[in-house]
């Protein structure tokens, strides 16, 4: 009888083990949902430890448990107790593919991918059908550096079904990478799912996309032959032009060789076809996201003036809508449609009154650019644009459409991660401030995975704050203000302060009455972290080339004047001073250009800013990475930067482009 009861107290315990361990896998797969909060994630975590906890209670040598206490410990960023409990799962039952794979992804959370890798190919040993393995080789793959191999393994996942925004996320980051040398069918069809996917940055594959056009329309064979109605039907063309700004002087060609046949068609027929409205429409959207950049010739721009003039007349003479769209479609190629004399008549209607394929073009070329100037009016800098011809009045940059995939997080908990720093006296909610947001992608990202933060970010450009402000607004993000830098040295000097700094722009050499550095100095409380990169992009030969001709003629940056620039560029292109700078993202966007070249960043701002951070009794370094994301020893690049910062003759650390965080002391 005793025997008895034992076996059936035993099956008991198991019993209510594997109910609780279904609670707890139940638990877990809510604490990693996409869709509840960051707080109800923390929750659903801290619900499953407890089932966990108490199943072990129960089976102390329960395999499954004790793997998924370590996913739970990995998640709240107990990293050496998840692999403790990695290994004690193996050891208890040996040949898990899931504990490898959790090996795996503890070996890459500790910047160890080539470990990682070992792991996941274990777990693949065991479990050949492991999808989870084999998306961590391609993610250990791409921090190796192998993005071709990663990028293959990505598109295996795909075509198996495993459609994760992991895997569309890495494939994208890979392509990023990749030289694309001939035309290929799989290729194309790729970027045709990346740009179809939607909540990617497709702005981060335009070059990728370029280049696989550039092999489909043979752009480098000056006898190719491009047909207007196969391009109207090409479905990459067409998603690249809506989706992305493509850095190539071949690509630019054909979108103008494109647009020109458009309207030469047009004005042989006074017609534009239904079957070359998608192309024309996809044309407009490309052509606002250049600022305009892209040339017209004399002839082009007296039929577009005399399509405008058109058009004016019949808003005026009260025609429908329908009647209006194919010219609006015209103009939009070649102009914003907020710069015409029509443009107060077009407000009449409402964006969602005009048909659906329209509205992307109107909403870039019309609404949205109504809204921010309105947005704009709230600031004294708007005075300065009053002066300026409305299609001078310069135009944000970076142009992005989404923002990178990151899962939600918080700040404090990457600090204690990522840095090694002690939280437990930080407040709920910490203030970010980001100086040099540009158009505001980064500082809308910060604000958007990380649940305890609340985001000032600063910025010299106005259109950059205003359409900052109308995309945050229209993304819901609430946790973010977007000011020109006198507002937030107003905030900084009525004695706020930040928890963490973001340098990203620096501010240009016509900020006279700004100090970076200072202004870090004052809004970085104690234990406040300071984040910064140690190089300035847009030094090319070509830009210096360019800032010296604009200093000798007084040029000024009015459309006029960057188009001429950019077309100078362009003719020169294989002239090693113009070389580099062809190949930069900025050259293909009037606004990137007017940046580059009016508004460079200011070196000295860095250097002071360096300077400052040197003082090893007020800030510590406490992570440096370099261009690959890989951590360096801080000891050695410390010792650097307060060698520099003493005047010593030791290889200077701005332009290693690293990324730097220091701390203050107190």
Request: glycine share 4%.
């Amino acid at each position: 009888m005793q025997a008895k009861h034992h076996v059936q107290e035993s099956h008991s315990q198991q019993a209510q083990a594997a109910r609780l361990l279904l609670q707890a896998n139940r638990a877990y797969g809510e604490s990693n949902s996409g869709g509840l909060s960051h707080i109800q994630r923390l929750q659903a975590r801290q619900e499953c430890r407890v089932y966990l906890e108490e199943v072990i209670a129960l089976e102390p040598n329960s395999a499954v448990a004790l793997g998924l206490l370590g996913r739970v410990e990995m998640d709240d960023g107990q990293l050496e107790n998840a692999h403790d409990l990695f290994n004690a799962s193996l050891q208890v039952q040996p040949r898990q593919a899931q504990q490898y794979a959790n090996l795996g992804y503890w070996a890459l959370k500790t910047e160890r991918p080539a470990l990682a890798e070992q792991h996941f190919l274990q777990a693949l040993d065991c479990d050949r059908q492991s999808a989870a393995a084999f998306c961590g080789v391609a993610h250990a793959k791409r921090l190796q550096g192998q993005f071709d191999v990663a990028y293959l393994h990505y598109r295996k996942l795909l075509e198996t079904g495993a459609e994760w925004d992991s895997v569309y996320s890495g494939m994208l980051s890979c392509a990023h990478h990749l030289a694309v040398n001939k035309a290929d069918s799989n290729l194309a069809l790729d970027a045709i799912a990346l740009l179809s996917h939607e909540g990617l940055p497709h702005q981060e594959i335009g070059r990728f996309v370029g280049a696989i056009i550039r092999q489909q329309y043979d752009l480098d064979n000056p006898q190719a032959e491009i047909f207007l109605d196969a391009a109207s039907t090409d479905e990459l063309l067409i998603l690249a032009l809506q989706k992305t700004l493509m850095p190539d002087p071949a690509v630019e060609e054909l979108v103008v060789m494109l647009r020109r046949a458009i309207l030469a068609e047009v004005a042989q027929t006074v017609e534009l076809r239904d079957e070359l409205q998608q192309l024309a429409l996809a044309i407009a959207q490309y052509a606002d996201r250049t600022g305009y950049a892209l040339a017209a010739e004399d002839d082009e721009e007296r039929l577009v003036a005399a399509v405008n003039d058109s058009l004016k007349a019949q808003i005026v003479m009260g025609e429908s809508q329908e009647a209006l769209t194919g010219s609006l479609m015209i103009s939009a190629m070649y102009g914003a449609l907020f710069h015409q004399d029509f443009a107060v008549q077009l407000g009449q209607w409402n964006l969602v009154d005009w048909p659906l394929a329209l509205q992307p073009v109107l909403a870039a070329s019309y609404y949205h650019r109504a809204e921010e100037e309105g947005i704009k009016q709230c600031f004294d800098e708007k005075a300065e644009e009053l002066c300026l011809d409305k299609m001078d009045v310069p135009q944000a940059w970076p142009a992005w459409s989404k923002l990178a995939y990151r899962a939600e997080s918080s700040l404090k908990s990457l600090m204690a991660t990522e840095l090694g720093l002690a939280t437990d006296k930080l407040p709920d909610t910490l203030r970010i401030m980001v100086c040099g947001a540009q158009s505001g992608q980064r500082a809308m990202e910060l604000a958007s995975y990380l649940a305890d933060v609340e985001v000032i970010a600063v910025d010299e450009s106005l259109a950059n704050i205003a359409k900052a402000t109308r995309m945050a607004a229209e993304s819901e993000i609430s946790n973010i203000v977007f000011w020109p830098w006198s507002i937030a040295q107003r905030f900084v000097a009525d004695g706020h302060q930040v928890h963490w700094v973001e340098v990203g722009r620096l501010p240009s050499p016509a900020m006279t009455e700004l100090s970076l550095a200072a202004l870090v100095n004052n809004a970085a409380g104690s234990g406040a972290v300071v984040h910064l990169h140690t190089s300035i992009a847009e030094q090319t030969t070509g830009d210096r080339q360019m800032r010296k001709l604009i200093a000798e003629h007084r040029l000024q940056p009015t459309r006029s004047t960057l188009r001429q620039l950019r077309r100078m560029v362009l003719t020169n292109r294989q002239d090693a001073t113009w070389q580099e700078l062809a190949q930069e993202d900025d050259f293909y966007s009037l606004g990137g250009c007017r940046d580059r070249w009016f508004k460079p960043q200011d070196e000295a701002q860095l250097k002071d800013l360096m300077a400052m951070v040197s003082n090893e009794v007020e800030w510590k370094l406490i992570k440096a990475r370099d261009e690959d994301g890989h951590s360096l020893a801080t000891k050695p690049v410390q010792t650097q930067i307060q060698a520099e910062a003493l005047g010593s003759e030791v290889q200077s650390v701005m332009g290693q482009n690293l990324s730097v965080y220091f701390q203050r002391r107190r």
